[in-house]
Antibody
Framework: QVTLRESGPALVKATETLTLTCTFS??????????VNWVRQPPGKALEWLAI???????YYSTSLKTRLSVSRDTSRNQVVLTMTNMGPADTATYYC???????????????WGQGTMVTVSS | SYVLTQSPSVSVAPGQTARITCGGN??????VHWNQQRPGQAPVLVIY???ARPSGIPDRFSGSKSGNTATLTITRVEAGDEADYYC?????????????FGGGTKLTVL
């Protein structure tokens, strides 16, 4: 069974940098054709995609947030790490990591999600 | 950037059929995926590539497309189906692929 689990601080201060970790169990983070996405959801609002890292280490970011985001992998720990700089109150949200795969029909849906981690930014 | 439009809410009585729509320009050429998010829980994929169901998803859930609209249909609606539903596509029109979500539809079971 493949599971993902997010971890990181529950509270950060404005202007600080947020670092979140997504730990994979049951599957290598380097599995060919697999990607890890980061998605966030402010309280009461819709899902917002942030970034993706592919199995071959290609990385893509949300256009509106790309100057603040960085995603990387630690294959020895089977983890994916997201950093977001210059945090502000508007970044208060639940942050999820989620898997997608690439098949004959192209990139698929986000088929495995972590439970999410709530991050509050204090001003 | 690509935009997906969903109605904010849909209400149905138990046992009836719920239809949740997702509109987007030329959505007919894209694969549409649907996620269910029950209150306080992480999203769950219920339909992928327009009309395929992941293992464990009841066959009461189905997906379709017509013109510029994709539809998630839930037959014989149960109380446990009450949730927010998000459609999702990949936008490959820019410099790189990106995920686009609709704004979500809240399904209320009366």
């Amino acid at each position: 069974q493949v599971t993902l689990r997010e971890s990181g601080p529950a509270l950060v201060k404005a202007t600080e940098t947020l670092t979140l970790t997504c730990t994979f169990s049951g599957l290598s983070v380097s599995t060919r054709g697999m990607s890890v996405n980061w998605v966030r959801q402010p309280p009461g609002k819709a899902l917002e995609w942030l970034a993706i890292i592919d199995w071959d280490d290609d990385k893509y970011y949300s256009t509106s947030l790309k100057t603040r985001l960085s995603v990387s992998r630690d294959t020895s720990r089977n983890q994916v790490v997201l950093t977001m700089t210059n945090m502000g109150p508007a970044d208060t949200a639940t942050y999820y990591c989620a898997r997608t795969t690439i098949g004959v029909l192209g990139r698929g849906g986000l088929d495995i999600w972590g439970q999410g981690t709530m991050v509050t930014v204090s001003s | 950037s690509y935009v997906l439009t969903q109605s904010p809410s849909v209400s149905v009585a138990p046992g009836q059929t719920a239809r949740i729509t997702c509109g987007g320009n030329n959505i007919g050429v894209k694969s549409v995926h649907w996620n269910q998010q029950r209150p306080g829980q992480a999203p769950v994929l219920v339909i992928y590539h327009n009309d395929a169901r992941p293992s464990g998803i009841p066959d009461r859930f189905s997906g379709s497309k017509s013109g510029n609209t994709a539809t998630l249909t839930i037959t014989r609606v149960e109380a446990g189906d009450e949730a927010d539903y998000y459609c999702q596509v990949w936008d490959n029109s820019g410099e790189h692929p990106s995920v686009v979500f609709g704004g979500g539809t809240k399904l209320t079971v009366l």
